[in-house]
Each structure stands twice: as C-alpha cells, then as structure tokens.
C-alpha cells in the first residue's frame, strides 16, 4: 500500500525552492504567509533568467529575430493561460500588472460604457480592498451604487442559494470573491453565476486565492469576467490575468492608451486594436508572461489534484491541533474552505503574536489582510493567518501551534 509520501514527496518539491532552506533569527524558516504571495521555484527563475540572457527584445512590432522570439514566447504564454482556466480563446486572455489591475480595468471600462448613476454592483462581505475601493472610486466619478452580500457567523454568504432577493433591476453586475483571503471560504460560484444569468447579470470573479489551489473552467463556470495573479501561483510579480468573455472585451472601452494596443494613430482619430491587445498598452512584461507560464507548467507537472489534497490535509491537521489551544478563536468555518486559517488566542494582539512568532521563524500574516469591511463584520481589528501552499509540510504545522503555545504562555 502506498503511504502519502510516496504519492506526494514534498521533501523532494522543497528542492525546488532554495529560500525555504534558510534560517531567521538562527532558525528554520516556516513560511505560512502563502496566501499573500508564494515563493517562486528554480524553473521559474531559471526561464526567466535564460530570457533575459538569450532572447530580450521588445516583443510584436520587431521583424528582427529576437523580437519574433520573445514575441513566440509571449503569445505561447497566452496560450498557456488559456488551457490552464479553459478559456475559449486567447482573445479572452489579457495580460494586467495583477488581480487589482485586472478588476480595475473592469470597474472602469465596466462602468464608463455599461452603467448610470444609480445602477448597482453587488460585491460581498469578504471582499479583498482590490474588489471594493475600485468599485467605489467609480461611486464618486459616476453615482453607481455599491451593494453588498452579508455573511454568517461562519463564514459563509447568506444568500448562495437565493441571490435573487438582492438583485434589482439597477444591478448590473455582480463581483465576488471564489475563495475568501481571511476566512478561506469556497463559494459555491458556479451556482452564483447560474442565478446571476437568470436575471441577466454578468458576474467577475476573483480568483487571486483560487487560481493556485483549485481547478478552474471558465467555460464550464460560465463566468464572464475572472482575474488572478502571477504572484500568488509561484510565478513572478508584476504579471496577472484578466479572462473575459470575447463578446465583453469587444464591447468594453480601451483602458489606457499608449503603443501596442492602437490599430492607427492620426490628429483625426484614432483607432484600436481587437482584445486582448487592445487592453495591453504599452511594453508588456514579456519575461513575466513566460516565468508565469513556466510556473503553469510546473503546477501541472505536480497535478492541482495533488496540491489540494496535500493542503487540505495541512489545513486540517493545523484547526485539529490548534483547537487544543486554551482560548483560541478561528474565524472561517465554513464547510467548503481551503488553505487559509485565520485565529486570534485570548487578548493577544494580532501584531504581538505575529511577531512573536517571527523571532521563533515562523512567518505569518497579521492585520486586517486588507479587508477592512471583513474585519468590523467579524468584530476585530485583525486576525492572525497561517496560509498554505504544496511545499508546507506537517512538521511546519507541529512548529506553528508549538510557537502559538509558546507565545501564549508569555502572556
């Protein structure tokens, strides 16, 4: 019978990942601040690296050779995305600095062609700041309303099952979260979507905390909208995705203006290109593009099934010896929750145990996660979160609950 370690060696995954293998403070790094960005795997670097070396050169307006290369590189990336999320095509994939940049491209083109003052966009309590502020900048500019999901005591969206009754006919578009960065809450998203088309409301998902953990089908989601970034997935920073639906991103405005994304430029008018270049303007980070589909690559080669198995049973684990902790709270419990536990114990300051905890090696996330709406739901200031990717491993969780005791037992 194969034990766990023979499906899934995460010794043998760590060797991938040389930061891992350092000391702070004279111990053994246990980093559990994955939600907010994930360390990057030598292939990555490697590509990345190989790219700047061999092949740099601006890509799509060059005829010369290298340009033609990094221009292949760039658009295979495109095509690497694509298949990764199920998209149709890949004039539905565009390249954006990030999630934040991709949900703002949406707000405002969104807004500027689509909506009035007074039509609504419905977000929810757990909400990331990325998919509230961008909401209500466009609220000052044009008078749209920002309405939100409440949540229950245990995470969950009051009204998965019956959207309905919060919908009018000035709501216009629906944006949520598919997994909460504080609570790790799954919402059930391709139910939401259903409901949300029965009324003809398109839907944008974020799916920042989705992306690395969980298989996603666009097609069979039937999203209209989703975004998500490099960073989070084990690919580089500065580089993250907008997928819309081809009959959206016609529809929608340019976002900004600039080379790359203009058909002819003249003091009469000027015209643009077909998506999703016409999103993209200006110099791409093309070496970004191919260190984000190199880390594609790298979390087929292990399997998304694998990784959620592997941190599911991390997550567990880590509530079951947590709850032996005198005093601890745990803020999330819904039935359907991934790699993410948030907790605070007794009076214990979020900012006292975080850094506690990191003289000891262990580095969590403290404060209110950017979700300042999440945080006055829940009654706090801020939480305590340990958050998990495939590299963590069971002897990290014993190391966290023993440093979470030990910082107890200080106060």
Known sequence: MRNERDMYDVHKIREEFPILSREIYGRPLVYLDNAATTQKPLCVLDAMREEY????????????????????????????????????????????????????????????????AGDEVIVTDMEHHSNIVPWQLQAEKRGIVVKHLPITDDGSLVCANDIATFLTDRTKLLSLTHVSNVLGTVNPIKDIIRLAHEHGIPVLIDAAQSAPHIKIDVQDLDCDFLAFSGHKMYGPTGIGVLYGKESWLEKLPPYQGGGEMIDKVSWKKTTFERPPLKFEAGTPDYVATHGLATAIDYLQAIGLDNIRAHEEMLTHYCIEQMRTIPDIRFFGEAKQKDAVVSFLVGDIHHLDMGTLLDRLGIAVRTGHHCAHPLMDRLGVTGTVRASFALYNTKEEVDTLVDGIRRVSQMF
Do not use: P, W
């Open 53 to 116: 070396l061999n092949v740099n050169a601006n890509v799509h307006r060059g005829v010369h050779y290298l340009s033609q290369q990094a221009t292949d590189l760039h658009e295979a990336a495109r095509e690497k995305v694509r298949a990764y999320i199920n998209a149709r095509a890949v004039e539905e994939i565009v390249f954006t600095r990030g999630t934040t940049e991709a949900i703002n491209l949406v707000a405002q083109t969104f807004c500027e062609s689509q909506m009035k």
